[in-house]
């Protein structure tokens, strides 16, 4: 069996109860999806500033789970951490824009990721810079305007966001869009028959390649800029990641 860490960086519940109910369909039979949201930070990471603390909730969060999992996703879409994590763990961590943005490369040549609020711009952006994808990105469409609750963005929203995602294909030339945002899950099954171009699922994109990085079984890097860093110490961190930095094994922290 393959256990498949979706770790939400975000400390909003029902929003982690979205993504594991379509991780789980996602997944492979032989496939075990492993639920975790962290304790502290915010509802839901929107800004640079948030990301960071986002980054640093994952780092802690897999170094307590340690041993746990074959693969992680990390369940935001800005991908706070990811880096950091690579080069810490020794099993595959994949980003949920990055599965997403990188899916959308297969099935088109430029994509457009569509979203539920204006704050996200700024960081998505970076994001997809990154990742080295600013050549493929036809436009970042974003909605502006509160919403009720983050936990039922996609009922609320639904409606708007499509026409945002019509928009983006009509007037920015996108061959793909990306519904961007973990609160989002769910909502590309139920809306992509009305629009015109593939619609990528994130969370099921990510699953998906996390699978295909444990079957491939490349194992972590031994050199190169994702090679464990140097042992080091630290002060006032949790005992499991102050252990990982040290060059540890903390699967029995």
């Known amino acids: 069996m393959t256990r498949l860490l979706l770790l939400n960086p975000n400390t909003s519940v029902d929003v982690t109860e979205r993504m594991l109910a379509v ?18 930070g915010v509802p839901y990471i929107a800004t640079r500033a948030e990301a960071v603390i986002g980054g640093a909730m994952v780092l802690e969060a897999l170094a307590e789970l340690s041993g746990t999992f074959d693969a992680a996703i990390i369940a935001a879409f800005g991908d706070p951490g990811l880096g950091g994590a690579r080069e810490l763990m020794d099993v595959p961590v994949v980003g949920l824009a990055e599965a997403g943005m ?26 997809v810079a990154a990742h080295g994808l600013l050549d493929r990105l036809a436009s970042i469409r974003l909605l502006d305007g509160s919403f009720r609750s983050i936990g039922s963005v996609p009922e609320e929203k639904a409606d708007l966001l499509v026409d945002l995602a019509c928009k983006a294909v009509e007037e920015d030339g996108a061959d793909v869009i990306v519904l961007a945002g973990a609160p989002l899950a769910g909502l590309a099954g139920t809306v992509k028959t ?11 994109a990510a699953v998906r ?12 890097a031994r050199a190169g800029s994702y090679r464990r860093p140097a ?14 930095l040290a060059g540890g094994d903390v699967a029995t922290v």
Do not use: N
């Open 209 to 220: 390649q996390a699978e295909l990085l444990v079957g491939l079984g490349a194992g972590k």
């Open 194 to 204: 009305r629009i015109p171009v593939p619609v990528i699922e994130g969370t099921a």
């Open 231 to 244: 042992p080091k110490p630290s002060t006032g961190l949790p005992p499991a990641l102050s252990q990982l």
């Open 23 to 40: 991780a789980r369909k996602a997944a492979a039979p032989d496939t075990e999806i492993i639920p975790f949201t962290v304790a502290k």
């Open 102 to 127: 990188l899916t959308a490369c297969m099935l088109g040549h430029r994509f457009s990721i569509v979203s539920f609020a204006t704050a996200l711009g700024p960081w998505y952006r970076e994001c």
